[in-house]
C-alpha cells in the first residue's frame, strides 16, 4: 500500500532554513511527479510546489518561488523541500503528495500525515 511519512519539520526563527523529508515507499517513486502542499493556522489547504518524473522540472506557488526548492533522490524514494529565509506566514501543517496535485480534485489521492513547522522569533 501506499506510504508517505514527512519529517524535518519543527520551530526556526524568521530568516532561518529547514528541510523536510518525505519517504515513499508502495509504488514505483521515480514513475511519479510529487508534490508538497501546506495548511496554515485557519487558512485552507494550499499548494506549494511540484517535481516532475520525467525530467525533474519544478514549479513553485508565487508564495515560495525563490525561497524554497523541491527535489528528489529516486534512489532513497524520498521527496524534500528545502525551505529557506522562512517568514512567520510559511507556518503551517506540510504534506508531501503522490502526483502533481494541482490537477487532481480535493481530499483524493494519496497523502502523509504531515510534518509542523512553525516560524516564530
Known amino acids: 500500500q501506499v506510504q508517505l511519512v514527512e519529517s524535518g519539520g519543527g520551530l526556526a526563527q524568521p530568516g532561518g532554513s529547514l528541510r523536510l523529508s518525505c519517504v515513499a515507499s508502495?509504488?514505483?517513486?521515480?514513475?511519479?511527479?510529487m508534490s508538497w502542499a501546506r495548511q496554515g493556522p485557519g487558512k485552507g489547504l494550499e499548494w506549494v510546489s511540484s517535481?516532475?518524473?520525467?525530467?525533474?522540472?519544478?514549479v513553485y506557488a508565487d508564495s515560495v518561488k525563490g525561497r524554497f526548492t523541491i527535489s528528489r533522490d529516486d534512489a532513497k524514494n524520498t521527496l524534500y523541500l528545502q525551505m529557506n529565509s522562512l517568514k512567520p506566514e510559511d507556518t503551517a501543517l506540510y504534506y508531501c503528495?503522490?502526483?502533481?496535485?494541482?490537477?487532481?480534485?480535493?481530499?483524493?489521492?494519496?497523502w502523509g500525515q504531515g510534518t509542523q513547522v512553525t516560524v516564530s522569533s
Open positions: 508502495g509504488f514505483t517513486f521515480s514513475s511519479y511527479s
Open positions: 503528495a503522490k502526483g502533481d496535485i494541482r490537477y487532481m480534485d480535493p481530499g483524493t489521492g494519496y
Open positions: 517535481i516532475y518524473n520525467d525530467d525533474s522540472e519544478t
